[in-house]
Nanobody
Framework: QVQLVESGGGSVEAGGSLRLSCVAS????????MGWFRQAPGKGREGVAAIATINLGGRSTYYAGSVKGRFTISQNSALNTLTLYLQMDSLKPEDTAEYYC???????????????????WGQGTQVTVSS
């Protein structure tokens, strides 16, 4: 059973930076996708960034247009633990939301930012950007 635990959220002023982390345990597959999603009050969950890994080698990254150039997704694996990161720079008030880490046992491509394609979810971490 895959478990995901996020950390790193908080409050920051516009223009500032935060880095989110997500520790994933229980992975046994060499092909998978992981992504960051966010949900603001009264809005649906949207994909922010995702990374797909095929056979522990080739990787592809995907970004929502609203964060491209400001956010960077990366991952690090050691033993049976995988850590997913989201470096968020030049933050804007509209980035305020609950951020979730998600995992899929498939190498997603054009659908990597679709939350319906992910089987496992973390509990979320709040990011608040003030103007």
């Amino acid at each position: 059973q895959v478990q995901l635990v996020e950390s790193g959220g908080g409050s920051v002023e516009a223009g500032g930076s935060l880095r989110l982390s997500c520790v994933a345990s229980g992975y046994t597959s060499s092909t998978y996708s992981m992504g960051w999603f966010r949900q603001a009050p009264g809005k649906g969950r949207e994909g922010v960034a995702a990374i797909a890994t095929i056979n522990l080698g080739g990787r592809s990254t995907y970004y929502a247009g609203s964060v491209k150039g400001r956010f960077t997704i990366s991952q690090n694996s050691a033993l049976n633990t995988l850590t997913l990161y989201l470096q968020m720079d030049s933050l804007k008030p509209e980035d305020t939301a609950e951020y979730y880490c998600a995992a899929s046992l498939y190498a997603l491509d054009w659908s990597a930012l679709n939350p319906d394609r992910y089987e496992y979810w973390g509990q979320g971490t709040q990011v608040t950007v003030s103007s």
